[in-house]
């Protein structure tokens, strides 16, 4: 049999393995995991029976063999679950699928809501054309915001920089409003100091004519109508969070008789010439050597190539150069929250109904937070009485907030929560738990725009195959760094040498999309970022 070593056992690396194994009974397949949890960023904390999804992750995919995938895995939920139960919330059940209340092998079907809060009111995001946004904007506002827009109509900026393209798309004023602070919070830099590609994949086709059009298509009921992920209203969730769709899939590897290594940092990757001919994983403080005939990595393309031997400069002075921004979240939990449901939505506790908040205030460093009770009933262990919030933030590791400890980083973030109006003091916060993610969002900037030179050297060598968002340095989806794998897998099992497939994956306008909006779905984990 052939070996396949495969970096990573988040969902590129997980889907690599078991695709391998699924498909061939020619290959060994060895997974190499440097933590102690399956599903990278996609991972489900469990502090004290309430859990925490890293990042937040909507499954909502355009992909028929992705969502076919999740079936398998998680399959449909059949019956209500217990916040619709309780509340007796109409939800569209799979036939013959599990119940959520006797079973967890399940993915439920969730209300997509997520807003902006900005002058401490609530916007639709993306924007709406609700009355309630006209009335939040004011006459002066909505002149200035259609004024804004019809002069980015007529006068477009050459779109060689992220600050250009969301003002083609939404008009200087929205920009100011709702982009420009977010995104250089998130990011560390300014727009206009980052490339536009980004920008053109995470909010592909979304401006405000696309926000007319899918409104006018509502409105006048039109058939077979193109959807944007972004204005989805539902999506796929699993019961227990994002990391038990990975929980399940190691568990399946396992069964077809795939081999995982936990707490395996790989440190090398020996080459000989353009040929891999193994990899050294550090564990328990010993490096230990493993041969193989395929390799398949995950790990972010900055270390795989520092972990090379042999590279020539340029190749390695862009990997080494190439920019990541890293996460840190403080789970809190707190007996209600100040924000007032003014939605037709029910919810427990008549809290509002978002899965998440944009946060976007000037006087804090709060990016985002999370609202785990609307996510899923079976994050949070008491679900009548708490609400399991996280409040996310972005940093660059070994920052001053990156060296914070847990007590300084939560009494930071729960001051934000007072400033916001979330809670009325501090006094009020049960319990909290501070997670951090290394590497979370590769960025698109620095050495990034040589990024060209540095795929064209990795596809030189024979036997690797980079996946997933570390693994390309590119800002995929769920959904898109399956599709990574699925790619390889069918080029290994193919003998195909040309990897101009995988590293395709997710740089069209529309990739494997459909026209039919009701199959017209695509993993959303996050939009403004």
């Known amino acids: 049999m052939k070996k396949a070593l495969i970096i990573g056992a988040g969902p590129a690396?997980?889907?690599?393995?078991y695709e391998l194994l699924a498909k061939s009974k020619d290959y060994e397949v060895v997974i190499f995991e440097e933590t102690e949890q399956f599903g990278g960023i996609s991972r489900t904390v469990n502090y004290k029976g309430n859990r925490m999804d890293m990042g937040g992750h909507r499954f909502f995919s355009k992909v028929p063999e992705v969502n076919e995938w999740w079936e398998k895995m998680l399959p449909q939920q059949g019956s209500p679950t217990y916040d619709d139960i309780v509340l007796n919330r109409p939800m569209k059940m799979s036939e013959g699928g599990p119940d959520p209340e006797k079973e967890d092998r399940v993915m439920l079907k969730r209300h997509r809501v997520s807003r902006i809060l900005f002058d401490s009111k609530?916007?639709?995001?993306?924007?709406s054309l609700k009355a309630e946004t006209f009335k939040n904007f004011g006459f002066l506002t909505t002149l200035q915001v259609g004024f804004s827009y019809m002069g980015s109509v007529f006068h477009k900026r050459p779109e060689?920089?992220?600050?250009?393209?969301?003002?083609?798309?939404?008009?200087?004023k929205l920009y100011s409003m709702f982009f420009e602070y977010y995104t250089e919070n998130l990011w560390g830099r300014h727009p206009s100091e980052i490339d536009a590609s980004w920008g053109k994949q995470r909010t592909k086709g979304l401006s405000i004519f696309g926000i007319i059009r899918d409104y006018l298509g509502r409105l006048f009921k039109v058939k077979n109508r193109k959807v944007n992920t972004s204005l989805i209203e539902e999506f796929k969730y699993p019961k227990l969070g994002p990391g038990q769709l990975w929980d399940v899939t190691a568990?399946?590897?396992?069964?077809?008789g795939g081999t995982i290594i936990m707490n395996a940092k790989v440190?090398?990757?020996?080459k000989d010439g353009d040929h891999i001919k193994g990899i050294t994983y550090l564990q328990n403080g010993q490096?230990?050597?493993?041969d193989g005939d395929v390799v398949i990595s995950s790990m972010p393309v900055k270390d795989l190539v520092a972990g090379m031997n042999d590279v020539p400069a340029d190749p390695a002075?862009?990997?080494?150069?190439?920019p990541y921004r890293d996460y840190m979240t403080l789970g809190v939990l707190v007996p209600k929250l100040n924000l007032v449901n003014k939605t037709n939505i029910r919810t427990m506790g008549n809290i509002v109904p978002d899965n998440w908040v944009y946060v976007q205030d000037r006087t804090v460093k709060m990016g985002r937070f999370q609202i785990y009770n609307n996510w899923s009933p079976y994050l949070v262990k008491d679900l009548e009485n708490t609400v399991w919030v996280g409040l996310e933030y972005f940093c660059f590791e070994g920052d001053s907030m990156w060296n914070m400890t847990e007590d300084e980083f939560a009494k930071m973030a729960i001051d934000e929560m007072v400033k916001l109006g979330l809670i009325d003091s501090a006094s009020e916060v049960m319990d909290y738990h501070m997670e951090k993610v290394k590497k979370a969002y590769p960025a698109y900037f620095d050495t990034y725009d040589e990024m060209d030179k540095l795929v064209a050297y990795l596809n030189t060598i024979d036997n690797l195959y980079c996946v997933g968002r570390?693994?390309?340095?590119?800002?995929?989806?769920?959904d898109h760094s399956m599709c990574t794998s699925f790619e390889v897998v069918k080029n290994i099992l193919g003998g195909v040498t040309d990897r101009s497939n995988i590293w395709n994956v997710n740089t069209e306008e529309e990739y494997h999309e459909t026209t039919d909006s009701t199959d017209a779905e695509s993993a959303d984990e996050v939009e403004l970022d």
């Open 122 to 127: 609530f916007y639709d995001y993306p924007i």
């Open 317 to 322: 002075r862009i990997a080494a150069g190439l």
């Open 160 to 172: 060689d920089n992220l600050e250009n393209l969301y003002i083609n798309n939404f008009g200087k």
């Open 470 to 478: 570390n693994g390309q340095h590119r800002y995929n989806n769920i």
């Open 287 to 290: 490096e230990v050597e493993m």
């Open 13 to 17: 690396g997980l889907t690599a393995a």
């Open 267 to 270: 440190v090398k990757i020996r």
């Open 251 to 256: 568990d399946e590897i396992r069964k077809l």
